[in-house]
Structure formats: C-alpha cells, structure tokens
C-alpha cells in the first residue's frame, strides 16, 4: 500500500489592495496574511478557523498538522488539490489574546469577497469556528449539524471536526472521513 505523504499546496496570494489590511489589529501579531491555498477556481471550499503554521523556525515551508490531516481525508475520499480551495475565518494567525467576536466578524468580509469571486459548488467549514462564523450562530456546533448538507449563505454546506481535533482524538478519525465521503459523494453526484 502507498503510504500517505502530505505536499505543499500552492499559497494563493493575497490581492494587493489587501495585503496591508489592518482593520482588526491582528496585524500587530506579526503573522504574515494567508489568502488561501489550493486551487483558486475549485468547486469545493475549505472554511478552517485560521491558518496554522506554515514555516518552521529556519523559515522553511511545512505542512502543518491540521494541513496533514486534511489532505489525507481528501485523498481517501478520492478527492484532489484540483477539487479543493482551502480559506480561513481569520486571513492571519493569531499569536496572543485577541477580541475574538469582534476580530472574526472583521475579517469575514475577506471570506464574502472570495466567495464572490469564486462561487465555489460547495462548502465544507470544519470545526466550531468556522461553523459559527460561516452559519452566523454562535450556537451551532459540528456534533449537532454534521452529516446533511444545508444551505448558508445561498450555498450548499457540509460541516466536520477541525482536523487538530482528529489528530488529538483519533476516534474522532471514523466520523471526519464520513463527512469528507458526504461531500465528495455530493459533489460527484453533481457531476453525473
Ligand atoms: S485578520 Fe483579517 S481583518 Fe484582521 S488585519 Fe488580518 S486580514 Fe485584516
């Protein structure tokens, strides 16, 4: 059996007219801003909260553990870095303590911009974060909506358990590729 090797997905830039967005402070974090990564014009878009590590202490490009786990689901399901576009709730990493209603709010108009360029077919937020921000309930939790597809935001959605939670819980690891199945069951399905 080949075994799972994670590779760097191509960073989509972040446009110019963004690049020195200061709106919510997290700038002041000294994380540098991800617009994304993946292909820009896939039909599946990733909501994660906030993107992780992306280079190790020598400045070289990792593929963190959330990224890992990711794209191990998505090979399982049959899915590629052609299908997929992965964004964030947050453009920027959060390093200290930070208003995080108000910082997330902010942000998210980064999220309706790409959303309205990119029209993606699907979506798929994984972890409560995302899935409040995305849903605009501070309620709503993966556990209670995974495994149906709504609509938010005029989109088709699927939810799952952020992947860090999978790697801190692999019994959770059943129950996030049953999602990632959904959505590439879901997605296949539009294409026939
Ligand atoms: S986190 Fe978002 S809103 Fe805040 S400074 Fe960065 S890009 Fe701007």
């Known amino acids: 059996m080949t075994e799972f090797c994670p590779v760097l997905w191509p960073e989509e830039p972040t446009p110019e007219d963004q690049i020195n967005c200061c709106k919510c402070g997290l700038d002041q974090h000294g994380s540098r801003m991800i617009w994304g990564e993946g292909n820009p014009e896939a039909p599946i878009m990733i909501i994660l909260d906030n993107p992780g590590a992306r280079e190790d202490r020598e400045g070289n490009s990792i ?4 990224r890992q ?7 399982e399901v049959g899915l590629t870095m052609e299908d997929l576009y992965v964004t964030f709730i947050l453009k920027r990493r959060p390093v200290r303590a930070y208003e995080k209603e108000k910082t997330r709010q902010t942000c998210m108009m980064h999220l309706d911009q ?3 360029a990119k029209k993606p077919e699907l979506i798929l937020c994984l972890g409560n974060v995302a899935v409040q921000s995305f849903f605009q309930d501070p309620e709503a939790e993966v556990k209670k909506l995974r495994g149906t597809i709504h609509q938010v935001q005029g989109y088709p959605t699927a939810v799952g358990y952020h992947p860090l939670a999978v790697r801190r819980r692999p019994n959770l690891w059943s129950t996030f590729a049953e999602d990632w199945k959904l959505v590439a069951e879901h997605y296949q399905n539009k294409l026939t």
């Open 63 to 66: 593929v963190c553990g959330t």
């Open 69 to 75: 786990t990711l794209q191990k689901a998505a090979i």
């Open 114 to 116: 790409q959303l309205m």
